[in-house]
């Protein structure tokens, strides 16, 4: 037979003998009934020595670095591999992290994790509590005032020729003390106000990260953490209020 011939026959034998030890290896049945999974990425796994049963208790963000790091796969092999677990595979970590998030409606609906959600929500509520306390603010200063005010002048218009001096000293303490109210309240108004800022832009923040398709999710998850965990939502704001009391 001609050299040719040798060498159609020998690549033949290879694509055989590649065919066979594929249909032996335990990870076939996953690539078998999954089209877009393709047998050089397989031959990759096999090189690495990933396993089926690795595949499976492997959370997904660590299975994410593995593969691209250790097996040399590309983005595009690693989603549709963690794809092909999370959606077909219930006994898979990938599958139960999945199944065990939330959903939220933004500019489309978006699966978060637990911690994520979570945060969003103490977020939002926050953000209600503080709005009602800044809300009460004016209407509060404003009755205290007038209460006051009231009651001095009943009394002391009783009293008016014998103790005008001392009715004009306390109207300007009270005066002095309303205005050193007000500027206090002021004061609390301002740190509220930032303070919603401050939760309103992270909330912000963790929408567009969410919406944002491109963005690894576990990069995602810890970006939105981080921000959060940098912001008090009762201590620091509490005791800040309180040293204006």
Request: hydrophobic share 35%; glycine share 2%; aromatic share 4%.
């Amino acid at each position: 037979s001609s050299p040719n011939n040798a060498t159609a026959d020998t690549a033949v034998v290879t694509q055989k003998a590649r065919r066979d030890s594929f249909s032996k290896h335990p990870l076939n049945t996953l690539f078998e009934t999954h089209n877009e999974l393709q047998i050089e990425w397989y031959i990759l796994l096999e090189q690495a020595g990933v396993d089926y049963d690795f595949l499976l208790a492997t959370p997904t963000a660590d299975l994410q670095q593995i593969l691209q790091e250790h097996c040399k796969l590309d983005e595009s092999a690693t989603q549709s591999i963690i794809s092909a677990l999370s959606t077909h595979v219930p006994d898979s970590m990938a599958y139960k992290e999945v199944s065990n998030a939330k959903v939220i409606t933004g500019a489309r609906a978006t699966v978060i994790s637990n911690e994520e959600y979570d945060v969003l929500a103490a977020v939002k509520s926050e953000i209600a509590r503080v709005e009602k306390h800044l809300q009460s603010l004016p209407q509060s200063l404003q009755e205290n005032v007038q209460t006051t005010e009231q009651c001095i002048r009943g009394e002391f218009d009783k009293l008016l020729t014998v103790v005008e001096q001392q009715k004009k000293a306390l109207l300007s303490d009270l005066q002095q003390i309303a205005e050193t109210k007000h500027n206090k309240l002021t004061q609390q108004e301002t740190i509220l106000k930032q303070r919603i800022q401050t939760l309103k832009n992270l909330e912000r923040n963790a929408q567009i990260m969410i919406d944002d398709e491109s963005m690894d999710l576990e990069q995602r998850k810890r970006k939105i953490l981080d921000e959060a965990q940098q912001i008090s939502t009762d201590n620091l704001l509490e005791e800040e209020l309180r040293l204006l009391t």
